[in-house]
């Protein structure tokens, strides 16, 4: 049996961008992942080692993004692969990271990129 674990609206302010400016000042960025978990007995036996610990996700989260990248796929692909190797029970994984106020020259509230795996 498997379920899906979402971590929402994570927030970070993290130094992504292909402009000299948003690597040295930074940005708002946020994520959000879903990921379908092999049960393996977890529910039942009310046992967290059996399971993906939420707060070690949100880590690994942090880690990758304070590595700068000069664009967001680059992130959200480090994500998702750091995710994938660290815990071999997730089937499937979606991440979605979106940049808040992107200098785009007039107004968007965020550009986002969503990988699948």
Do not use: W
């Not at 190797?85 to 997730?90: I, N, S, T």
């Amino acid at each position: 049996m498997t379920y899906e674990l979402r971590i929402e609206g994570m927030e970070f302010r993290a130094a992504h961008g292909c402009y000299d400016v948003e690597q040295q000042v930074g940005g708002n960025f946020t994520v959000d992942l879903a990921l379908e978990v092999e049960d393996g007995g977890a529910a039942a036996a009310d046992d967290m080692t059996r399971t993906v610990n939420y707060v070690e996700v949100y880590e690994t989260v942090r880690r990758e993004m304070s590595v700068p990248s000069r664009i967001i796929e680059n992130t959200a692909q480090r994500i998702l692969d750091t995710v994938a190797a660290r815990f071999p029970q997730v089937r499937r994984i979606e991440v979605t990271l979106a940049k808040l106020a992107p200098p785009i020259g007039g107004k968007a509230g965020r550009v986002a990129v969503t990988f699948v795996r």
